[in-house]
């Protein structure tokens, strides 16, 4: 039995007399036709399930029932049992009896039940008829769905061919062929499917019922579709006409998927709804002005800079004017911010055209100049810019930033989404109405790249959604020299937007009105239902993938057609011309005005003799630096009552504890926490919460974000405590301390550290005063985070002088635990430091904090929760901003040594950068014969083993707190306060792991080892001798006279080492391996004795 047999079923309970155009009015009039209907007979009312655009689906419904009755929901099953066993009108329905969630095929059939129309008609209704109207309404739906699989979106008209090579076992080619096959431009000569073949790709079989003479039937139109616009009805060929139109044009919408239903509608509404697409002539006008105003850049460069490469937008002119009308249309809908986020494809031309930065900046960065200020720099279309601007066609000031990014395809998104997050949140603009993200992407990266899925899973999490990216791929198909044959399994590039329900609006770049319109689209769609949407600009690559490499060497075809193509600004300005909307020299003046533009710029970038790092800045951070004092940190240390205050709050139930059930494990935790606050001590997480407790305090937004963070992976944490009877009642201690504290924000994230990174990175980008921290589950998992490690954190401030304060923690140990989940790779973060291990800095009052503003980033292992609680307090304190790595504890969270007094962490204490001995030893400073150093903690294995020993006396441990920057000065003072000690290093990493290798040759710098003391005051000066600005005299230029001020620059000075100590550090720990850690338990155990007995041993 088909669908028309079902419903023949179901209207033969129709009473004899009803007239079929009541039936038509259900079975294609749909809501439209309830709307207008009088009521239903009583008969029929009885069942009130049947409407046009329920048609399909009690198909697919009887069909499932059908294969297994069980498949449907309840309702559906007793209602066509009934119906097969005879029940009369409104006998076979009932009420389904669950309140349970439907899924898939257990939608109940209550859901889709309106009345059926009365109205009149005389046709006789027979099988044909109903299913001529079903064939109509599939045919509708077939457009819909699959229209885009013929669209003609290809400018070059290969990118069929390209997918239909595939063997058929892996992709059937009829169904995943996609765009050009009606397109008159075929390079490889091969396309030959002519258009009733591909519109067979769309329809299938349905117009197998439909002859030549049914074109011109008349169809009432369902209210599933709006190719109608005000008619009800249309003739068939009409109605296939205008959704060809809509759907099979320049511009292919696939959007069938998102389930619901009136996303859906609105989607349809804005391409069928007939002249929708229409422009005006001033609009038409712009356009082109925009489009020339691409071009023309591209080609200026080109001309003036034959040789350099700046990954030009040829082929895909169009992005600019796409980005420009997103960009008014959001305006106009009450955007204020854009950030985003792109490749190197078109960037100069976006950040000149788009961002309005000025084109002598850019300029000077082809011109080969030195550097005027502080930064290694980066290549110019990696850079990023902030700036505010007037949006002429809204006339509303707005701010643009274009975020730096590395070369690393993809890995801004999340930055991005961090950075839009941030803003949002400060600016209180909880649904995204003032800030908006736009990401660009090319289309080998959109679909190669992992960060893209990751990112786009975060897009609706609570604490990470930006409410809505508007994303832009300009898909020339090909990356670098590898077609989409060779380089996805998907039919679309943008496939993995289909994850988050994106609709995906696919447009021939040749047509700019058609990008004009999905732009319009895409921006109304973000700003009413706050998702994601995508917009594939399917486009060419006019050049190579520089403009010094040969195409022709891979894609010989390809690029013959390329050759022959006119640029879309001529195919755009001919049309224009040809429409009567312009004039040949008009179009000639636009062109020649710009072009003025760009000599005068030209000219005057000539006269620049350097290039300032400073003009690049995405996150300018206004009055932050402003009267700071830059080598001088505000106290770390609270008072008392602080302390006690908020480790109270963390150790207590919520305020309304009576109605608020907490589990019982919570409750001892909670009671030992008091226990600590009266014994005025902390354990790890007390530490922790009394640091962001104190911030808070202090106005400091912080945010903490990772895998399980709220409860932590070891369970010691537990801001969130959870109601054990009501769902989603929580209760957060550290955000109820004090009614004017700043917010506090912890949140579980994805399961990814690629993207939560990127995006904690983007976040704390965005405000100085925050303190923002990612937390790995275990430090081994930052490795799939890397590329944000390595070209983001560690040499984001050199590349492009952008601080951030973001914190890192690790945790980081061996317990015996096997290979993973024991190592941070401490090592790696400390290899990446940017001190010169043979270089030791001039010895003064403010050498720490001298030694952090110099530094890339910090590096700790801290033994205590004290010194945790000043560590991440002293991120806030410093007048500027370093990402700080931390590598934290798992078994010193319970560790009954590892915790602090109050006394440690009150007014006037401080981040102990080393803890040296206090215990015995350190008052027989002669009688000691081995100084052991360390980290983390190893410490309190060794100290509980030379206690055991009886050695107290005769062995001084340190520990180095703050491994980078290194504290030499405190590390030759400890030194040399045990002159006859044997000095070791000891560590529970392997030999080429931990910090063993950065320590050893910074240790014998301190102590003098011939190596060169130069004062760290050094300028730098450039290959033409200008001084160039270090970024704190940059930032700080009243602290910092500049040299026409002074008498002369200072040379670096070179001083022979006073005294030499003639010591050698030794190591004492675990032999080299490949692997962090045994998996073998007792290897484990037999290996900690070894190290023991290696490093006490007298
Ligand atoms: C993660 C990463 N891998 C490899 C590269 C090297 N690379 C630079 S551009 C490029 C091709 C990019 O193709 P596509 O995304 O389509 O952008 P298009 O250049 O075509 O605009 C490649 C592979 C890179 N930059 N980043
Ligand atoms: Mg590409």
Known sequence: MNRARVLSHLLSRVPPGTPVTAVRAWLIGGARGKASAPPPPTALAAEPFLNGSSSNYVEEMYNAWLHDPKSVHQSWDTFFRNTSAGAQPGEAYMAPPSLAQPTRHHVPLSSIAPAISPAVGRTPLTDNVIDDHLAVQGIIRAYQARGHLI?????????????????????????????????????????????????????????????ESDMDRSFKLPMSTFVGGNEKTLPLKEIIKRLEDAYCRSIGVEFMFINSLEQCNWIRQKFESPGIMAMNQQDKRLLLARLTRSHGFEAFLARKFSSEKRFGLEGCEILIPAMKQVIDRSTSLGVESFVMGMPHRGRLNVLSNVCRKPLEHIFTQFAGLDTGDEGSGDVKYHLGTYQERLNRVTNKNIRLAIVANPSHLEAVDPV????????????????????????????????????????FHLSELPEYTTHGTIHVVVNNQIGFTTDPRMSRSSPYCTDVARVVNAPIFHVNADDPEAVMHVCNVAADWRHTFHKDVVIDLVCYRRNGHNEVDEPMFTQPLMYNRIRKLKPVIELYADKLISEG????????????????????????????????????????WSGFFEGKDPLRATPTGVHEDTLTHICKRFASAPPNASDFVIHRGLQRILSSRMEMVKARTVDWAMGEAVAFGSLLKEGVHVRLSGQDVERGTFSHRHHVLHHQKVDKSQYNALANLYPDQAPYTVCNSSLSEYAVLGFELGFSMTNPNALVLWEAQFGDFNNTAQCIIDQFISSGQSKWIRQTGLVLLLPHGMEGMGPEHSSSRLERFLQMTSDDPDVLPAFSSDFAIRQLSDINWIVANCSTPGNLFHVLRRQIALPFRKPLIIMTPKSLLRHPEAKSSFDDMVEGTEFQRIIPEAGPAAKNEAGVKRLIFCSGKVYYDLAAARKEAGIEDSIAIARVEQIAPFPYDLIKQECDKYPDAELVWSQEEHKNMGAWSYIQPRIATALNHERHIVKCDKVANDSEGHESQSWYEYWFPWAFPTSSQTEASIPPKRETPIASDTRVLRYAGRPVSASPATGNKKTHTREVKQLLEDALAL
């Open 151 to 211: 669209a003609a979106l290809d400018p070059l008209g290969i990118d069929r061919e390209a997918l239909s090579e595939r063997p058929p076992s892996t992709m059937p080619s009829r169904i995943v062929i996609r765009g050009h096959s009606i397109a008159k431009i075929d390079p490889l000569g091969i396309n030959t499917v002519d258009s009733s073949e591909s519109r067979e790709l769309v329809v299938r079989n349905y117009m197998n019922r439909f002859n």
């Open 581 to 620: 909307v312009v004039s040949a020299e008009e179009t000639k003046e636009v062109r020649d005005r710009y072009e003025k533009i760009l000599e005068e710029a030209f000219t005057a970038a000539k006269s620049e003799t350097r290039v300032f790092n400073k003009h690049w800045i995405d996150s300018p």
């Open 416 to 455: 991005v989404q961090g950075k839009t997050r941030a803003e949002q949140f400060y600016h209180g603009d909880s649904e995204g109405n003032k800030v908006l993200s736009i990401l660009l992407h090319g289309d080998a990266a959109f679909s190669g790249q992992g960060i893209v899925y990751e990112t």
